[in-house]
């Protein structure tokens, strides 16, 4: 059971889907999808372009109807219903702001539509307009404003009506990095203060690892994993996951026996899912971080030698490339800028160096994409 279920205070599914397909002709951009996101999560739809995560979030809002499977939204089917029935609020990529209205009415837009009073309207307008902290700005217009306060207005307008669940289709891509940097923060707050059940898609992996609750990595149409974002990137789940999100190292290697896997001339301690018989091809994948440099003694499993053939100055640490088998740079690995210099760690050096047992991933060699 994960927090957000317990600060729910509920383990029902807000939006519960089942068995989702959806067809573009004779090709399947969603394979049988299957998923669950409860009250109050913040979820992220992860994967690179063409995976099929902005299809499933327009899936969900009735944009692009499945082909077959059910959705259920607060334990109500809604799989046949309208965009406009269904309980959402959407941030498209482009904002979509009326260019031709100043910021309150844009907010206001749909409040009048439902027919609310306008006094109503204005004190909800200038709530959100303070939420969104924009508190002067209703009698602008979308060009007056820069790329990050449209995207606000943006929220703001998503949220007039009080949906159940707010979908933010890549809101940030096209802002600069400070911008969506500091946005990120914002939208994770409103989220918290606000409570409300939340969906992003993005292909940014740092947007996904630092906003969201869980993360649903896709690819090709189809959910590689559902995880925490130390789940996802501690534990990926496949070869796809583990290098898609976060940089890894892929190290070919051929099990030995039980717990043991041969990389080159290296025998290597490792956990072995019991399908993973002896002679079995498999990729060991461990994280640049995970590559360990101090405190090594003969008793330091997975430890060998390694040679230093460059190294690339990255500000807080180093990025290092390392020769073992006897080959060339195979190997990477982050070093802060305290070990290079306590361990005058140079190119053409010889050292030793350990990768930990539990961090160690393996996978079926074939998985690889490369």
């Known amino acids: ?38 009250p109050r999560e913040f979820v992220c739809f992860l994967g690179p372009s063409g995976c099929g995560k902005t299809t499933l979030l327009r899936a969900i809002a009735g944009l692009d109807v499945q082909t077959s499977g059910r959705i259920f939204q607060g334990g109500k089917e809604i799989s046949a219903l309208p965009s406009s029935h269904r309980d959402f609020g959407i941030v498209f990529q482009s904002y979509a702001l ?15 539509s439902r027919g609310m009073p306008r006094v109503e309207i204005e004190t909800r307008v200038n709530d959100l307009l303070r939420l969104v902290g924009l508190p002067d700005s ?19 307008r998503a949220l007039a009506l009080s949906p159940g669940m707010l979908l933010l289709d890549e809101p940030l891509s096209a802002l600069d990095a400070r911008v ?29 690892l630092t906003m969201a609750d869980r993360i649903v990595v896709m690819n090709q149409g189809a959910i590689e994993q559902v995880g925490t974002p130390t789940e ?5 789940a496949s070869a796809f996951v583990a290098d898609f999100v976060g940089t890894t190292n892929f190290l070919p290697g051929v099990v030995a026996g039980p717990g043991h896997v041969r990389f080159g001339d290296i025998n290597l301690a490792c956990e072995l899912d019991i399908h993973f018989g002896p002679g079995s091809d498999v990729t060991v994948a461990i994280r640049p971080e995970d590559v360990v440099v101090r405190n090594i003694g003969p008793a330091t499993p997975n430890a060998f030698s390694a040679r230093v053939a460059e ?27 305290n070990a290079v210099r306590d361990l005058a760690i140079a190119e053409g050096k010889v050292m030793p160096v350990a990768l930990p047992p539990d961090r160690l991933r393996v996978f079926p060699r074939q998985t690889l994409t490369p």
């Open 98 to 112: 009326f260019p031709n209205l100043n910021v309150s009415a844009n907010i206001g837009y749909g409040l009048v």
């Open 232 to 236: 996802v990137y501690r534990k990926p």
């Open 311 to 337: 190294i690339e100055f990255l500000g807080s640490f180093c990025r290092v490339g390392l020769a073992v088998n006897g080959g060339d740079p195979s190997l990477v690995a982050d070093f802060s800028i």
């Open 1 to 38: 059971m994960t927090e957000t279920k317990l600060a729910s205070g509920t383990t029902d599914p807000y939006l519960k889907i089942e068995r989702l397909s959806k067809l573009f002709g004779t090709f399947t951009a969603l394979k049988d999808i299957s998923l669950e996101i409860f």
């Open 138 to 156: 209703g009698r602008k217009y979308p060009a007056q404003l820069s790329g990050g306060q449209q995207q606000r207005v943006a929220v703001a």
């Open 180 to 208: 969506r940097a500091h946005l990120r923060i914002e939208i994770r707050r409103l989220h918290q203060r606000l409570g409300i059940t939340t969906i992003m898609v993005t292909h940014d992996q740092e947007e996904a």
